[in-house]
Structure formats: C-alpha cells, structure tokens
T-cell receptor, first 110, second 114 residues
C-alpha cells in the first residue's frame, strides 16, 4: 500500500506570496496522484489530478502541481495566494484505494 | 446535480454501543468509499463498495462493516464502539472503481464516543 508524506503541517503566509506544498509518496508502481482541498466548513474537493502525460498539471483557482517520478514527489504550487486560499490541503495517491497525507493547513493573512 | 449527502451530521455515542452512518451518493455514481478522519490526520480508507459488493478494505477491524443498496446509497456500521472511534467519517462517491476515478466527498458525520 502507498504511504504519503506532506512536508509541512501548517503554513502561514501573506496575500500575494507564493505557495509550495511538498508531497512525497512511497514507491508502488503506477500511481494516480491528487491534491484535494478543504475550505473551512466545506467538504473535501478535488483541486487537481495527474494520471499520465505532461508532469505539470493545472487545476482550479490557479493551482498547479508537478510530478517528478525520480523523486516520488507531487508538489503543489500557486504563484500568488489570496486570502480565500486559506484551507487544508491534502495530497493523495491512488493504487487500489486513495491514500491521503496528513494534510497541510494553509493560513493566508490579508 | 445532487452532491454526496451524509447523515447525521453529528452523533454522540457511549463506548460499547453500535452506530449506523448513512450516505447518499452523487447522482450517476455507483461506487461509495468510506474514510475515517481523526483530528489532525488525513482521511484513512475504511472500505469501498461497488455495485453492492465490498471492493477493497483498509486496516480496520471487522466491527466496521458496511452495505451498499441498489440505489447506490450506503451505510457504515460500527459495533462495540471504542473511544478511539471518535472521528469525522467521510463518504465519497465515484463513477466506477478505477484508480483514476476522482472521489466526490460529503461533509462527513462527526462521531464522538464517550
């Protein structure tokens, strides 16, 4: 089974700052990679996904992630965050089931 | 399009009791997965149901059981509740059981065991 590590537990930054959240997964063959986001008081929702092809994938709300196979990583980025990006972010890997990391809480200060 | 709905939203039970949580899948989805999310942790996979049959199970004891009905709604049953069962229980539905089927989550049921 896959395991997923998210590097940061809590990130605090100001509006317009750049964001990068790290995610590493254990080797397990072909994987499908996801980032989910949970805004305060809302359900988990899909931010972006990678199955194959271009390792740089773009998601909703200006987020993107890069799959680096040699590093078993799938880091999430956003060039300029907004206050509304305050949320909890989960990296997830799917082989036969979706395995989540512990999550990173992102707080954006206005 | 109706999303995933879960009931109840909150529940308080006593150790040793049994609980049933319910989930209605999103329209058109035939697969339901259940997750347990303890405080400060990511969701942990409990099991998945596809067309009324269990299709994969995580590292949870047999006192965690489930059902899926012909309309693809689902129940999660937990017997002999323990204090560590206190968590947010998430239901997610998807189309098919493939690894590339994105999950659509409900808001969860917050279970507190005292």
């Amino acid at each position: 089974a896959q395991s997923v590590s998210q590097h940061n537990h809590h990130v605090i930054l100001s509006e317009a700052a750049s964001l990068e959240l790290g995610c590493n997964y254990s080797y397990g063959g072909t994987v499908n990679l996801f980032w989910y986001v949970q805004y305060p008081g809302q359900h988990l929702q899909l931010l972006l996904k990678y199955f194959s092809g271009d390792p740089l994938v773009k998601g909703i709300k200006g987020f993107e992630a890069e799959f680096i196979k040699s590093k078993f990583s799938f880091n999430l980025r956003k060039p300029s965050v907004q206050w509304s990006d305050t949320a909890e972010y989960f990296c997830a890997v799917n082989d036969y089931k979706l395995s989540f990391g512990a999550g990173t809480t992102v707080t954006v200060r206005a | 399009e109706t999303g995933v709905t879960q009931s109840p939203t909150h529940l308080i039970k006593t150790r040793g009791q049994q609980v049933t949580l319910r989930c209605s899948s999103q329209s058109g989805h035939n697969t339901v997965s259940w997750y347990q999310q303890a405080l400060g942790q990511g969701p942990q996979f409990i099991f998945q149901y596809y067309r009324e049959e269990e299709n994969g199970r995580g590292n949870f004891p047999p006192r965690f059981s489930g059902l899926q009905f012909p309309n693809y709604s689902s129940e999660l049953n937990v017997n002999a509740l323990e204090l560590d069962d206190s968590a947010l229980y998430l239901c997610a539905s998807s189309i098919g059981r493939g690894a590339n089927s994105p999950l659509h989550f409900g808001n969860g049921t917050r279970l507190t065991v005292t």
